[in-house]
Each structure stands twice: as structure tokens, then as C-alpha cells.
């Protein structure tokens, strides 16, 4: 019987509840990765794969990538070039993806319904509540009851809603979650780029952790020790 | 400048519906219609595309059918038989789709954000109530709140929402909406059955204003004015 499903990119958020959610409810969970059209979709969808064989559990893809080809953001490979800079920084804004993931859950909860699973987790995060509108707890909380209402039995959750990145990973940290496994970057290529703002807050995240992070990058020149300031992570 | 989406599935409310918002709202509006797998899906899309042509509106279709493939419902062509009888009869609960109306409302969400569209307009409508639970006001009132906070500009509208079926047929009537272009059967077969509780609910609701559905139907011992009462339209 599955426990719960887990929306996961593969990235750092993600992660960590899928390690979150094996621990208090108990396997098997179902891991379901999307492809949406991003320019980084290929990577992402690669450090899903690897995140979910590393704990064992099984994998779904889903491609929405047709249904989500007309939308417009600079996340997409329809839209221009990722912007640089930190990830609260008003360029970012224009890598939200429209209605991203109000569909995800959408689509999750009836896989969960289909299949009797109670519980479907997101890896929303305090860190996102600035630039996307829907990470942040007011939509979580209508959402939760939309799916509830609509579908009398499955209920959404977010381990991690009002935690930042920084806190993630040092939940992760403590609970061994392979972080070499896991992808952040936004940029169409293999090695993260530690320019662009999704690179930046990851940087910065392990910073405040005191921990050298373990993937590869290809700018040498990301956040320090001295440059970081617990402040901006949580604005 | 679009006003409105409309979610067109080419049946009774959906159409009125739409006859309904381009009163409101003006045109032009985008209706879109889904293909998720039902068994009636290809003779829905066709009512869908001349429903659209009669209102001369702009038509997009969705192809949802291998995201849903798994889905389990009587509705679906993975599924059982479409069970016969009164539409809000206890067989009626196996055509339920799981959160169809959940992630219908998310994808219209995320075209509306992508297109500066400020409303999304649904036909979900009282008769719905007893069995479909992501067509009650609960989950109505839930999911606005989360695509509103969640897209910050697009507002869920339902104009039926608590109107029965004979009720919308009474304002269509009046506004001379093209009943004879569309499809409310859910079997997969060209002409209606009039044995399904789709098609009965229909029979009722045309016999409830006294007039003569100006579709044709396989049986012919459907609902008649001696065998309807109001009260069973609005369980």
C-alpha cells in the first residue's frame, strides 16, 4: 500500500521530503517527476531518477510538456535567456512557470484518488513565498481544501512551507540525503552554472551550513562565508 | 483581448455556459475542450467544435488522455460498463473521473495566466452535487481561493453552480442556445442512449420545461411528464 506520493524534481526541496516523508510515514512512496518545457527539465528529470533508485522507490514521468507548451515564462525553452542574480531579485520573477504548481497538485491528487494514497507532499519552501505565488501558505492552504473537498480523502502537504532552504538542508544534512544526487540549476546545461538565482540560493543555503556543497559548478566565484548574510535567505 | 476560457465540453451546461459568458463578459472568449479518455470523448469534442463554430468562438483542444490513462472510473475506456439509471443513483458514483474538475480548472488556470485572461467559467451545476464532490460549492469556493491566490489574477467563475439542470435549460431556452449541437451521453456510440443517467437527467430536465429535446435517442422510453417529478432533479 503506497504511503504517500511525492512531487520530485530532483532538486535540493524535493529531496529532502521524499526522505521526510519515508521517515514518518514509511515506504513505499510514490515519486512522480514532471516534464514541463524548462531548459533544465532533462537534468532535473535525470536527478529524479537517481534520487528515487538511491531510497529505492518507484518512479512515474509524467510529460505535460505539450499541455504547457504555450505558456510563457523564461523557465521555458520557449521563453529568453534565465536571468543572473540572487533568487529574490525581481528578474528572477519572470522564471515562474504559470499555474505550475496548482497543476502538479492537481494531476497528483488524482494519481493519489486513482490509487488510494492519502497524502500527496510538495517541497514548496519559504524561499520560494517571495517570487511564486503559488508556494506560498495562502494558496497552500486553499489548495489543500480544494483537493480535499474535490476529492474526499486526499490531503496535500508541505513539510516544509514556512522552513527555508538553509533549514532544509540542514534537516538533510542530519539524515544523510545525497545532495550529490540532486540538481538546482535553471540553465540548459549539465554542470550547474552558481550564477543564476536558483545556483545562488542553493550556494548560500549550504553557506549557512557551513558545508562545502557537493555538486560541481562552473562559476568559481558563488557566495562565501563572508558574503552571505542569514538575512537575505529569509526576506 | 480574450474575456473569458471557457471549459467547453460540448454537453448542456458547459455550452450554456459559454451563451452565458459572452452575455457577461463579450467575446471574444477561448473555450477549450479536453480529451482525457471518456468513452464518449470523441462525440463530446465534435459537439464541443460546433458548439464553438456556431458561436464563431476560438476553439483549443487538450489532450490529456495519457496523463489520465491510469485514472480509474466506468467513464473512462479502461473502465467497466456505463451503468444505467437515474443520474443521481448510487451506480452513477462509478463514473466519477478522479479530480477531473480539479485539473481541468488547474490547466485553464495556467492558459489563463499565460494569456492575461481574468476568468476561468466552469459548468459545474447543482445536479452534479450528489456524486461528482469536485462540483460542490465546498470545493468551489476552495479552489477559486487557491487558483486566485495562486495566480494572484485569475478568478474561477461557476454561474450554475447551485442552478439545476432544468434551470439552465429554462435560461437556454430563452436565449436560443443550440441544444441540438450537443452531446450529453456518456456511452461510446454516436447516437444517444437514453438509458444512462447522463442521458436521463437531460430527458428530465427538457420534460421539466415542457418542451421536446431536439436530439434524437436510441430508446424511446424515456422520462415523460407523467413519470418526472420535480423533486427528483433536485435530490
Known amino acids: 500500500m503506497t504511503q504517500a506520493i511525492v512531487a520530485l524534481s530532483g532538486g535540493i526541496d524535493s529531496t529532502t521530503v521524499l526522505a521526510y516523508v519515508l521517515q514518518k510515514y514509511g515506504e513505499p512512496v510514490q515519486c512522480v517527476s514532471f516534464t514541463y518545457g524548462s531548459k533544465h527539465n532533462q537534468y532535473e528529470n535525470e536527478a529524479a531518477r537517481q534520487v528515487a533508485s538511491y531510497y529505492?522507490?518507484?518512479?512515474?514521468?509524467?510529460?505535460?510538456?505539450?499541455?504547457?507548451?504555450s505558456f510563457k515564462s523564461d523557465l521555458l525553452k520557449s521563453g529568453g535567456k534565465i536571468?543572473?542574480?540572487?533568487?529574490?531579485?525581481?528578474?528572477?520573477?519572470?522564471?515562474?512557470v504559470p499555474a505550475?504548481?496548482?497543476?502538479?497538485?492537481?494531476?497528483?491528487?488524482?494519481?493519489?484518488?486513482?490509487?488510494?494514497?492519502?497524502?500527496?507532499?510538495?517541497?514548496?519552501?519559504?524561499?520560494?513565498?517571495?517570487?511564486?505565488?503559488?508556494?506560498?501558505?495562502a494558496f497552500f492552504y486553499a489548495m489543500n481544501r480544494a483537493i480535499l473537498y474535490g476529492t474526499e480523502k486526499v490531503r496535500l502537504k508541505a513539510p516544509f512551507l514556512n522552513v527555508d532552504k538553509g533549514s532544509i538542508i540542514n534537516w538533510g544534512l542530519l539524515n544523510e540525503v545525497p545532495y550529490h544526487l540532486t540538481r538546482t540549476c535553471y540553465k540548459d546545461q549539465p554542470v550547474a552554472c552558481g550564477l543564476c538565482?536558483?545556483?545562488?540560493?542553493?550556494?548560500?543555503?549550504?553557506v549557512l551550513n557551513h558545508v562545502q556543497d557537493p555538486i560541481q559548478y562552473e562559476a568559481q566565484n558563488g557566495p562565501t562565508e563572508n558574503t552571505v548574510s542569514y538575512s537575505r535567505t529569509t526576506p
Open 83 to 96: 536571468p543572473e542574480g540572487h533568487y529574490a531579485d525581481a528578474n528572477m520573477s519572470k522564471t515562474v
Open 197 to 206: 538565482g536558483s545556483c545562488q540560493e542553493r550556494l548560500e543555503a549550504f
Open 56 to 69: 529505492k522507490q518507484p518512479l512515474m514521468e509524467i510529460d505535460l510538456s505539450a499541455i504547457m507548451a
Open 100 to 137: 505550475r504548481n496548482i497543476i502538479f497538485a492537481s494531476i497528483l491528487a488524482g494519481v493519489a484518488w486513482s490509487n488510494d494514497v492519502p497524502i500527496v507532499a510538495l517541497g514548496i519552501h519559504a524561499g520560494d513565498h517571495v517570487i511564486y505565488s503559488d508556494c506560498r501558505p
